[in-house]
């Protein structure tokens, strides 16, 4: 008798509920922390020509190199640093949590922080734990000390700035968690664009720190591209779990011919930065709202009746994130994408009327 998925598949595993991405065709999306711009319209026709070339019959290079080498440069990755390149952050943070998975290891993290880290540790069998953050989002440093000496954890991520609350942590606590961990630490900076600060070029500081980027925050988020930057006596492993030709010949192509004109990027990430500025003091003025600062390209407020407000975006055409119920310390909380000036202020303008 043929037995049933309740029969095969882990009880942990159908007992989880899938990441969920909305709807937003038609919307004023400002839910996912992508940048808001199109690239401009010369730089179209020049990766338009790369595309036309590329030669869609053949498997990609596997070891990326023409690409590698534009993000040394792009990324200011120090030298003698080894990378490893993933489809997306969310692919290397699953071959991380895969190497490290030996009976009983531990994953730590703070929280409220990136989900995916807690649920790739489910993925891959090993047990999380979530250090809570401060009263105002910051690292309790003491918490986490004493967590590292309990628990030993394999690996520990560390978002920076963090995600859902924007900050940017305390470099000298990361520094003594570095110190600290027995095993590896690992830096997300997956919004380093919008932040002014970065462990990048303190990778030689720390052996066991690797630093982990994206560009999908930059502005090619179809791309699906992630970067692990470390030393080789970690990366040589972490690289055994990937899968072959894992960075297609389309984001291979497309990332080299548009990291040539890292000036675009570095343009539209400037612009953020102001528009962000400028909708974190209007939101300041808000009646009713209480406003996170922010270094990165997001800003978290909460309202009264965070629902009721989400609700009355949404039927007016804008999306934002409804962080109500996915951690305590989120209760009544939103999160709105920085997008471009017209996405911005109709964005206030409809939230004046809710709040």
Not at 202 to 208: D, H, I, K, T
Request: net charge neutral.
């Amino acid at each position: 008798m043929a037995k049933t998925p309740d029969d095969i598949i882990r009880d942990d595993i159908r007992a989880l509920s899938a990441y969920h991405v909305p709807a937003s065709a038609g919307m004023v999306k400002l839910d996912a922390m992508e940048n808001p711009y199109s690239l401009p319209a010369d730089l179209q026709v020049a990766i338009a020509a790369r595309i036309k070339a590329a030669a869609l019959n053949r498997y990609p290079d596997p070891s990326a190199a023409e690409l590698k080498q534009r993000l040394r440069t792009v990324m200011n990755i120090p030298v003698g640093v080894e990378l490893v390149l993933g489809n997306g952050s969310d692919e290397l943070i699953q071959m991380l949590a895969l190497a490290v998975a030996k009976p009983g290891a531990v994953m730590l993290g703070v929280e409220p922080s990136f989900v995916m880290f807690r649920m790739i540790a489910g993925f891959a069998g090993l047990r999380f734990v979530g250090v809570p953050l401060t009263a105002d989002f910051s690292l309790d440093a003491d918490a986490l000390l004493d967590a590292i000496r309990t628990q030993q954890p394999a690996l520990v991520f560390i978002a920076y700035p963090n995600n859902p609350t924007g900050n940017l942590f305390d470099a000298d606590v990361i520094a003594r968690v570095i110190a600290a961990a027995p095993g590896i630490v690992v830096v997300d900076e997956a919004y380093h664009a919008f932040a002014g600060a970065s462990f990048m070029p303190r990778l030689a500081e720390f052996p066991n720190l690797l630093v982990m980027r994206t560009l999908s925050k930059l502005g090619l988020a179809g791309l699906r591209l992630g970067l692990l930057a470390g030393r080789s006596d970690w990366l040589n492993h972490i690289d055994k779990l990937r899968l072959p030709y894992n960075i297609n010949v389309l984001t291979q192509c497309v990332a080299v011919e548009v990291l040539q004109h890292e000036d675009v990027l570095n343009a539209q990430a400037a612009t953020i930065r102001s528009e962000r500025t400028r909708v974190l003091a209007a939101l300041q003025k808000l009646r009713g709202v209480t406003v996170f600062p922010s270094d990165a390209n997001f800003i978290l407020f909460r309202v009264a009746e965070a629902g009721r407000v989400f609700d009355g975006l949404k039927q007016r055409g804008i999306l934002i994130k409804n962080l109500h119920g996915s951690h305590p310390m989120l209760a009544d909380c939103l999160r709105v994408t920085v997008g471009t000036p017209d996405e911005n202020a109709r964005f206030l303008e409809v939230l004046t009327t809710l709040c």
